[in-house]
């Protein structure tokens, strides 16, 4: 199979026009910076001159952020934030990237998802993290705060083109809350996709999943160890979950794509972009099931989609930290590509 440069370029616009709603663990990642003074009279500990802090939106929230990013602000914010000093730092947050945060939800017993990396520099070395401090809550959602999202479920799917479902397993997104979700996308005939580590099983009956290859691995109970391994644990993925697509990510050996046109299994795959300037991978599976769903919705192929998604997460991974693309960037980049049809993996 193979597509045209330049036919998909003029296709990249559609992907600003879908509306998609993110749910899952919304958070952020809190980076303070300081410039080292002298060891503390203390304890044996640096003492940090504070120079700055940077917020940054991770987890769903980073899903969301490239969302907004590549189709202009259509993009909205379905999670739980607690009664903190954190809560308002990430509304302030998702409202600065234009992200509709109306169907948030506070919830007292919570904590609001914060990741803070403590990082120090001097005049002789590079800025290195120091220590990282992790605040959240990975019980499950209370029953009241449950029916509290099903509501809010129920007035925001209808409202929307696509839903990705952003599990990052800090106890929001329980299997009510999922099994709703998907109920209700299908009412509606809407586009689902859940981007998952673990218990994949919870997404039976999504239009897709986006696990990486070490998760797939884990879940099928067998290692993708060569071609015929990988499309078995693709098929298998696709029969027992009920599903329209898989989308296996697999680092530096590209991406894997299944899709189930009729009762018949499609096996496609393409190769990974600019592996010679990786960075960071931080948060690149947040921009691939952006893309990928954003695409879904915006009427292309489910090879496109994967297409879109493989250049996207080329662009972030060159980074430090989440980063989000934009449609421009996408154009930039498949302009640099060699060549004027772009191929699978044969």
Not at 9 to 20: A, H, N, S
Not at 23 to 35: L, P, S
């Amino acid at each position: 199979m193979y597509m045209e440069k330049q036919e998909l370029l003029k296709k990249l616009d559609r992907l600003k026009e879908p509306k998609i709603l993110v749910i899952g663990d919304f958070g952020i990642d809190e980076m303070v910076f300081g410039n080292t003074q002298r060891i503390s009279r203390e304890a044996p500990v640096l003492i940090l001159e504070h120079s700055k802090t940077k917020i940054i939106l991770g987890t769903a929230s980073n899903a969301a952020n490239n969302i907004a990013s590549l189709n202009n602000g259509k993009a909205a914010a379905l999670g739980v934030y607690g009664d903190d000093y954190y809560a308002k730092v990430l509304l302030a947050a998702l409202n600065e990237k234009n992200i509709n945060v109306e169907y948030m939800i506070e919830d007292k017993m919570r904590k609001t998802t914060t990741k803070t990396r403590i990082s120090g520099s001097c005049s002789q070395s590079i800025t290195q993290q120091i220590v990282r401090i992790d605040r959240q809550t990975t019980d499950p959602l209370s029953a009241q705060s449950e029916e509290k999202v099903i509501k809010n479920l129920e007035k925001a799917i209808p409202l929307y083109d696509g839903v990705i479902l952003s599990d990052y397993h800090l106890g929001f997104l329980t299997e009510n809350v999922v099994k709703k979700a998907i109920e209700l996308a299908k009412k509606y005939n809407k586009i689902i996709v859940a981007d998952a580590q673990k218990d994949l099983d919870k997404y039976k009956g999504a239009t897709a999943i986006t696990p990486n290859q070490p998760d797939c691995e884990k879940f099928v109970g067998y290692f993708l160890k060569d071609e015929d391994a990988l499309i078995k644990a693709g098929e298998d993925l696709i029969k027992n979950l009920e599903l329209e697509n898989v989308l296996i990510t697999r680092g530096e050996r590209g991406m894997a794509l299944f899709e189930n046109v009729c009762g018949k299994i499609k096996h496609h795959e393409v190769e990974a972009f600019n592996r010679k300037e990786v960075f960071d991978v931080t948060g690149a599976g947040d921009t691939v099931v952006a893309a990928f769903t954003l695409a879904l919705c915006a009427g292309f192929s489910p090879y496109e989609a994967m297409y879109i998604g493989n250049l996207a997460a080329s662009i972030v991974i060159r980074y430090f930290g989440c980063h989000s693309v934009t449609v421009e960037d996408l154009k930039s980049e498949l302009e640099n590509l060699k060549g004027e049809e772009i191929y699978e993996i044969s």
